[in-house]
Nanobody
């Protein structure tokens, strides 16, 4: 139902865009989000976008560098990542919420993609 892609090895300061194909049955009226999990750490919130246009939320660690967006049909979710840092290295997961409003709580998200690996070298 969710298929994330775009993760590769990049260098510090580079930009990268992640994509996630969202099934209409699971994501058309729900908030969508990106989470990430670094080696040896738990899964943490990155960014979310609500069902209503213009509603986004970011973790402080990525604010001003990452941008979450969807296409008009909400069939694709994107994460534009600029000025990447080594601490951004992680498996990135796209997720669909049970709610229409954006949140940062992992327990609000009920559908998950398989993860795409982003590695930022110093």
């Amino acid at each position: 139902q969710l298929q994330a892609s775009g993760g590769v090895l990049v260098q510090t300061g580079d930009s990268l865009r992640l994509s996630c194909v969202v099934s209409r049955r699971t994501g058309s009226n729900n908030a969508l989000a990106w989470f990430r999990q670094a080696p040896g750490k738990g899964r943490e919130f990155v960014a979310s976008i609500g069902y209503r246009a213009g509603g986004t939320k970011y973790d402080d660690s990525v604010k001003g560098r990452f941008t979450i967006s969807t296409d008009d049909a909400r069939m694709s979710l994107y994460l534009q990542m600029d000025n990447l840092r080594p601490e951004d290295t992680a498996l990135y997961y796209c997720a669909v919420s049970r709610h229409s409003t954006r949140t940062s709580l992992r327990e609000d998200y009920i559908y998950w993609g398989q993860g795409t690996l982003v590695t930022v070298s110093s």
